[in-house]
């Protein structure tokens, strides 16, 4: 766990902005990223959970999804569409989820989360906050660009339409996915997300899915073999979102 100089629990997003032009001033969400990381630097922690971002809400079509409403509030929530729960329930275990949030998985933005790349075909927006004011920026540009610095997530939402469906290949049945496709069909046409071919998750085009991709290889598989998988788990998901449109 990184060592923390001091530890602030604002009761506002501004308060937050404000404490995280800090040097060295991490927001904390649930807390099993930053607290798992053994980076020794010190940091001091801005505690998020006095904020009121939490909860999950419907307006104007479409679902609002708190920044710190955790992983097991999706699963739970019977407004959230199937595919996207699941790929909640898939993405940590049980003992996890309670703790870990939507705005966190968003920032941490693992390359293996299926979570996210559930979300990107959702059509998810995060709403950040940064000391100019408030942006909303599509959540697949966000995952490219990052978050910068002094900037917190506020809120993440979703067009609940329609359902996603998954493909994936992993080692075991539990561990995390070395590539997976996630397809969802609304009558705008197909999305696609995959996971493991890059440094986040992707949309990805749905007749040509490994266009503009260079995986890098590791332990669990080499870039050819992440491209092949990416083509036939893509190719596999795709026909199977149009049967359940």
Not at 171 to 196: C, M
Request: hydrophobic share 40%; net charge negative; glycine share 10%.
């Amino acid at each position: 766990m990184p060592r923390a100089l001091a530890y602030h629990r604002p009761d506002s997003v501004d308060a937050v902005v404000g404490l995280l032009a800090g040097t060295d001033h991490l927001a904390l969400a649930g807390g099993t990223v930053l607290n798992a990381d053994d980076d020794p630097t010190p940091v001091t922690m801005v505690d998020l959970q006095a904020c009121g971002l939490d909860g999950i809400t419907e307006a104007d079509g479409r679902l609002r999804l708190g920044a710190m409403a955790t992983l097991e509030d999706l699963v739970d929530d019977g407004r959230v569409p199937s595919g996207l729960s699941d790929a909640a329930r898939a993405e940590l275990p049980s003992t996890l989820r309670t703790l870990a949030t939507v705005g966190g998985t968003v920032v941490s933005g693992g390359p293996d989360s299926v979570l996210l790349a559930a979300l990107i075909v959702h059509d998810a927006r995060v709403d950040v906050v940064g000391p100019e004011g408030a942006a909303t920026t599509p959540l697949a540009d966000l995952l490219t660009a990052g978050v910068p610095p002094g900037h917190v997530a506020t809120a993440v939402d979703v067009d609940p339409a329609g359902d996603c469906v998954r493909h994936a290949t992993g080692r075991t049945p539990a561990d995390a996915p070395i590539v997976s496709a996630t397809a969802r069909t609304t009558t705008d046409g197909v999305r696609l997300a995959l996971t493991g071919v890059a440094d986040h998750p992707v949309p990805a085009d749905p007749t040509d899915p490994t266009a503009g991709l260079a995986p890098t290889g590791d332990f669990r598989g080499s870039a050819d073999y992440r491209l092949r998988l990416a083509e036939v788990l893509a190719t596999r998901a795709v026909a199977e979102s149009g049967e359940v449109r």
